[in-house]
């Protein structure tokens, strides 16, 4: 059973902010929010990650709703670039297993 | 660091022959990663290595599928004899365990067609 649930596509123009959700609301206490994209033809790229706190690095944002079951991913400003399939995936870490990708969200930056 | 680097990037080949698909991962990284992409089944995991010992083959399609890492920086996934539903884009990656999280980094895939 999929552990996380996103829209499969989205639109964004460019230049504004890309704002990606994710529903995990089984998500437990000791799994980490990851998030990756692929753009076509390329292997997944690591975007970002949190467990409850928000994240910010020079690609995103992460922000965590207090009760972590749901997130939403902030490209903040879209370029045609960041358009990519979009993963955000639960997992325990600690070397327990491999990632489970969804179906993903499909985001098109349109110019 | 250059990364993951697998090889080859494409590889054709016809029902029946064996396929090799070889991957370094990142140095000091500890575990590695086999996945593969489809349309019909998207990204699944074959297979993991930790500190080059096999943790989880469970995502291992069939006997006709291997996998080895004789040491910290190389990983080779075999197929023999390799079938046209073994036609698919295979990824690695590696990550450090341990460090916590282990954000698992990934190569630039294989793309295999089988005859």
């Known amino acids: 059973d999929a552990k996380t649930t996103q829209p499969p596509s989205m639109d964004c123009a460019e230049g504004r902010a890309a704002n990606l959700p994710c529903n995990h609301s089984t998500i437990s206490g000791n799994e980490y929010v990851y998030w990756y994209r692929q753009i076509h033809s390329q292997g997944p790229q690591y975007i970002i990650h949190?467990?409850?706190n928000n994240e910010t690095n020079e690609m995103a944002s992460l922000i965590i709703t207090e009760d972590r079951k749901s997130s939403t991913l902030i490209l903040p400003h879209a370029t045609l670039r960041d358009t990519a399939v979009y993963y955000c995936?639960?997992?325990?870490?600690?070397?327990?297993?491999?990632?489970?990708f969804g179906k993903g969200t499909h985001l098109i930056i349109q110019p | 660091d250059a990364g993951v680097i697998q090889s080859p990037r494409h590889e054709v080949t016809e029902m029946g022959q064996e396929v090799t698909l070889r991957c370094k991962p990142i140095?000091?990284?500890?575990?590695l990663f086999w996945y593969r992409q489809t349309m019909m089944r998207g990204l699944e995991l074959l297979i993991y290595f930790n500190n080059n010992v096999p943790i989880d083959d469970s995502g291992m399609p069939e006997d006709r599928f291997s996998a080895k890492m004789p040491n910290a920086s190389f990983s080779t996934l075999k197929i023999q004899p390799s079938e046209p539903r073994d036609s698919a884009v295979y990824f690695c990656?590696?990550?450090?365990w341990g460090a916590g999280t282990d954000t698992q980094y990934f190569g630039p895939g294989t793309r295999l067609t089988v005859l």
């Open positions: 995936i639960v997992y325990s870490g600690g070397g327990a297993d491999g990632l489970t």
């Open positions: 990656a590696s990550s450090l």
């Open positions: 949190g467990l409850k």
């Open positions: 140095s000091g990284h500890n575990s």
